[in-house]
């Protein structure tokens, strides 16, 4: 067998079959106390691919920070062939003041590739650009929704690039969004250097969800199987085959006021069905939320206060509702059986 030469990363030296933690500096705090990012590199014995999985972007997105934290715990990744560079948290400046952005109050994933002497959120951008991302072959980045929105599982994937499409079907996630690249973000400069990439967007801001971690660490190991970082599992049971939406709409509040939502993430609705409703705190009865067209939802807000034109549902439509209906309601059932199985810790040599 082929034996895997040392990775150089941040000039150090990772030698095969070995780890190594790294705290790559990205500037310092008022009180003039370095800022780091803690990144984690495996490099297996043999060599393959290098996987960079990266989370907290956006900095109060916190289920990837438990995803990292549990792939780089798992007993598989003993074997692991190629190299995986792992950081759990990209912004730590956001997660420090539990927050998407940074204290420029830019958002990060708006400013790659970056630059050297831009503004601060650039010059972050810049550095995990040049120094982290252009060190991997391949990229999945986790995300969540926002403060009070909570996503199905799901990958976001420009799927013109054949490379991250084929990553985004082994995720595994029941639902493939196509996603155009938006301009600054991870993925985009990840499309532009030739590096793989796809998102996994995942539960809530500010939570843990479990189904959503579960589904992540799931996920990243199956994207590593078929990179043929690990040996592919043999699986007893039927494998989800993800379903890609054909386009996905908001569906958005007709109205201010209290909100009552009738539906939960991954269930099917059909056109002109009621899903809602909204009302004042005096009213009797309250204005029907209709769905606009048949479809699955893929995300919503868990709050119930709206001003009108605030996204309610988020809807992926599909060429075949009920496959995509089957699909997610294995994953769920799946994920159910799999938050409750006990998680292995890594064995030290
Ligand atoms: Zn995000």
Redesign the pocket.
Known sequence: MLKAGSFEFLDEVVAPGTRKIFNLAIGGLYTQKDISVPIAVVHGKVPGPRLLVCAA??GD?LNGIEIVRRVLHSSWLNNVRGTLIAVPVVNVLGCIQRT?YLPDRRDL?RCFPGSMDGSLAGRIAHIFNTKVLQSATHAIDL??GAIDRSNLPQIRVHLASPKAEEMAHAFGAPVIVNAPIRDGSLRGTGEDLGIPIITY?AGEALRYEEQSIAGGVRGVRRVMESLGMLTMRKRGRKIVKPVVARSSAWIRAPESGFLTLYCSLGDRIRADETIGMICGPLDDEGVLIKAPHSGIVIGRTNLPLAYEGEAVYHIARFDKVTEAVDVVGEFQTHMQERSAEQFTPIQNA
Do not use: Q, S
Request: glycine share 0%; proline share 0%; no cysteine.
């Open positions: 972007i956006h997105e998407r994933n995300h969540t967007e």
